[in-house]
Structures are given as structure tokens and as C-alpha cells.
């Protein structure tokens, strides 16, 4: 197999992978019931969220419009928001557990500041994580007015 389908395949796995173990996580009653930590519950949220971002958006950077950052960013973000809809759906019919919007927010919130760093990370240090500076990324352009 040629080393460019090895690493779309390898990065379309990690999102699987990950994927299905926040499935598996969520299909178990909650382990962290009290640590004695306020919303600790929604940090876990937002930071799984945060990777499950940055994941989708190393993934989708493999495809076509790969050089249009802002799409990159809408469909990872969009694409966690969704994963983390159907993640509370599911939650509902599991006996132990319940959805909750304020996980769905934190999720949300998770999966924005995730890209966003991503994408930062990448405008300071140029080709971190094998993307270039040649994309147009979003962050850097916020202050000239030029967005992909």
C-alpha cells in the first residue's frame, strides 16, 4: 500500500478507534460518580472533545480541500458536535445513565478550542504534525481580513 493511503487509513482509524472508545466508555455507568471535584465530568467532556476535534481535522486534511482550513475546521468541529449528540442519545438508553445538554455544551466548547489550538500550533510552528504553512490557516488570517 502506498504511504499516502497508509496515513489517510491511519488517521481515519484514530477517529474510529476513539470514537468507539467513548462508546464503549459511555455504554458503562459513570465511573467518576463523586471524586470530589465540582463538574469534573464536563472537564472530561470537553477535553475527550478537544482530541476528538483534532483527530477529525488531522483526518479530513487528508481529502481534497485540504487546503481550505476553514472547512477543515466547520466539518471537525461539526462532525465532534454530532459524535457527541448521538454519544448522549445513546447514554439515554442505557440503564445508569442520562443525557445531558450541559455534557452536549461541553463537548461543543471541547471540540472549538481543541481545532482552534490545533490550528494554532500550526500557524506558530509551521509544519507540526505534517501540515504546512501553504494551506491559508484560518487563525492567521483573522487579522488581515483573508480567510480560505
Known amino acids: 500500500m502506498e504511504k499516502k493511503y497508509k ?6 482509524a484514530l477517529v474510529f478507534i476513539y470514537c468507539f ?24 467532556h470537553f ?9 477529525f481535522f488531522r ?11 476553514n472547512l477543515l475546521m466547520i466539518l471537525s468541529i461539526l462532525s465532534s458536535i454530532c459524535y457527541g449528540i448521538s454519544d448522549e442519545i445513546h447514554q ?7 443525557a445531558d445538554i450541559m455534557d452536549v455544551l461541553a ?15 500550526m500557524v506558530k510552528y509551521g509544519n507540526f504534525m505534517n501540515f504546512g504553512k501553504q494551506s ?10 483573508r480567510v480560505n
Not at 7 to 12: E, K
Not at 59 to 69: E, N, V
Open 59 to 69: 483526518a479530513f486534511s487528508t481529502m481534497r480541500f485540504k487546503d481550505r482550513i
Open 136 to 145: 491559508g490557516h484560518l487563525v492567521g488570517h483573522l487579522g488581515s481580513g
Open 92 to 98: 439515554h438508553y442505557v440503564s445508569s445513565r442520562s
Open 21 to 44: 472508545l467513548i462508546y464503549i466508555q459511555s455504554s458503562h455507568s459513570s465511573a467518576i460518580s463523586d471524586p470530589g471535584i465540582p463538574h469534573i465530568d464536563k472537564l472530561l
Open 7 to 12: 496515513n489517510i487509513l491511519f488517521r481515519w
Open 47 to 55: 477535553l475527550a472533545y478537544a482530541l476528538l476535534g483534532v483527530l
Open 107 to 121: 463537548d461543543t466548547f471541547g471540540s472549538i478550542c481543541g481545532v482552534f489550538f490545533y490550528e494554532l500550533l
